[in-house]
């Protein structure tokens, strides 16, 4: 079901779809989820503006303006010819600005936790690491919940595999091609959750 709802998602976010009907049916925190994903894919005053409102409504605080510096950057890069590496940099700075924004799931996964309801919490936990981007935080996140879920630990070793093989890509598209089906298999693995006593 959560490979499904990515799917819907990504879907709704290359229609960028925010003032739909179909948009403000969603739960918060899968609305946060499209907010974040459309300022990060295209850094905008719109898309800024949008979550912005959104956490104004939802009493969350998020200091959208420190995002301003990166809007002025993409401008100025857009000017570039060949500025692939200053585009890198400048996403993974963006990346760790989104993270600071947490995902809605781990406020979930904490209640869960507290109610000793470990199941949900791991399953909780693991829906809001799908939901960062950079890679501090993902790592730190499997690490924070491997006490209470082994395979953690192995996700976060195939997660530095995959660090690894995006570092050392080419940028041709068969390349492209393979870190995308590389990273879909990690995701699918990270959500395919195993129950707290190993099994499926």
């Known amino acids: 079901m959560m490979l499904l709802l990515l799917r819907i998602l990504q879907l709704r976010i290359r229609a960028n779809s925010t003032r739909s009907e179909s948009f403000k049916r969603l739960?918060?925190?899968?609305?946060?989820?499209?907010?974040?994903?459309?300022?990060?894919?295209s850094p905008s005053e719109g898309n800024l503006?949008?979550?912005?409102?959104?956490?104004?409504?939802?009493?969350?605080?998020?200091?959208?303006?420190?995002?301003?510096?990166?809007?002025?950057?993409?401008?100025e890069l857009h000017k570039h010819k060949d500025a692939i590496a200053e585009d890198n940099e400048l996403y993974v700075a963006e990346a760790e600005w989104m993270d600071k924004i947490r995902p809605l799931e781990f406020e979930e996964a904490e209640k869960f936790k507290r109610d000793s309801e470990t199941q949900k919490?791991?399953?909780?936990?693991?829906?809001?690491?799908?939901?960062?981007?950079?890679?501090?935080?993902?790592?730190?996140?499997?690490?924070?919940?491997?006490?209470?879920?082994?395979?953690?630990?192995?996700?976060a070793e195939s997660y530095k595999l995959l660090m690894q093989a995006r570092d050392e890509?080419?940028?041709?598209?068969?390349?492209?091609?393979?870190?995308?089906?590389?990273?879909?298999?990690?995701?699918?693995?990270?959500?395919?959750?195993?129950?707290?006593?190993?099994?499926k």
Request: charged share 35%; net charge negative; hydrophobic share 40%.
């Open 27 to 41: 739960p918060p925190k899968d609305q946060l989820a499209v907010l974040k994903e459309c300022l990060l894919n």
């Open 49 to 75: 503006r949008n979550l912005a409102d959104f956490a104004e409504r939802a009493s969350l605080k998020i200091d959208t303006e420190s995002y301003r510096p990166f809007l002025k950057t993409q401008l």
């Open 169 to 199: 890509s080419s940028a041709d598209d068969k390349a492209l091609e393979n870190l995308r089906k590389q990273k879909e298999a990690w995701e699918e693995d990270l959500l395919n959750v195993r129950l707290v006593d190993g099994r």
């Open 121 to 155: 919490y791991i399953e909780r936990t693991l829906e809001g690491i799908a939901r960062l981007y950079s890679d501090k935080a993902i790592l730190n996140a499997l690490s924070e919940l491997a006490p209470d879920y082994p395979h953690a630990n192995e996700l």
